[in-house]
């Protein structure tokens, strides 16, 4: 995966050649833009490996109101994003988060908290939790957001 994510940001990737659509170079800069401080804020704000979900009167949050990137900046790297209660609270997506919202996900589950900070730095997870608290979305909002700072698109089977 690594070499995936090298060759995105070299513009090697998949449906990362060809020339661009008139007016795509805007969006463009503005995508890897994003994908830039989402990969800054997960490197600053991940929880140290082998660590279990802390409890919020271990480590600060982001303040009220701060969502993505911003609140991790806004927390400072000290606590990172590993004490989040929100999803507005971790490094995703301007689109994942949108789309949470959209289908009414705002606060996180515990195995969610336990699970996706460590997801979105890259690491394996394994968790046990109930039928309905939340596992398979722990699972897919860190793959989505890995797939999206790699860049796939469309052409490339999503």
Known sequence: MAAQQHAAKAGKGPNKGGKAKKGGN????QLIDEIERLEAAIAAGAPAPGSAAASAAQLPTAPEGASGAAALAAAGSTGGYAAAKAFS???LSDATLG???QAKYTQLTA???AAIPHALAGRDILGAAKT???KTLAFLVPALEALFRARWDRPDGL
């Open 99 to 101: 789309g949470l919202q």
């Open 132 to 134: 309905g608290s939340g």
């Open 26 to 29: 805007k969006k463009t800069k």
């Open 89 to 91: 609270e971790l490094p």
């Open 111 to 113: 195995i969610q908290r």
